[in-house]
């Protein structure tokens, strides 16, 4: 079992910047991958970035060059740097861990950008 708890969303004009931090408690050990997804109301929740084990990342097309995410292993956390904010970035956004088949969700943070 993984417990994952978001912080720092909020409401930002179009070209600020956000970071979302996921602290991660439980199994720890036994996570491949750690990602962020997003939902807009209305559609589907989306991949946004995900790092694995190994630092690896893979980002969203909708994103590159614009969110950066990282990883503490020191202090179990998952960071999402967002600049260059868009008003469609708006979206409740998820931190995301898997281990093996399994998936475990955060409660979700909500990021606003206005025009």
């Known amino acids: 079992q993984v417990q994952l708890v978001e912080s720092g969303g909020g409401l930002v004009q179009a070209g600020g910047s956000l970071r979302l931090s996921c602290a991660a408690s439980g199994s720890i050990a036994s996570i491949n991958s750690m990602g962020w997804y997003r939902q807009a109301p209305g559609q589907q929740r989306e991949l946004v970035a995900v790092?694995?084990?190994?630092?690896?990342?893979n980002y969203a097309d909708s994103v590159k060059g614009r969110f950066t995410i990282s990883r503490d292993n020191f202090k179990n956390t998952v960071y999402l740097q967002m600049i260059s904010l868009k008003p469609e970035d708006t979206a409740v956004y998820y931190c995301?861990?898997?281990?093996?088949?399994?998936?475990?969700w955060g409660q979700g943070t909500q990021v606003t950008v206005s025009s």
């Open positions: 995301n861990a898997r281990i093996l088949i399994y998936q475990y």
């Open positions: 790092i694995t084990t190994g630092g690896s990342p």
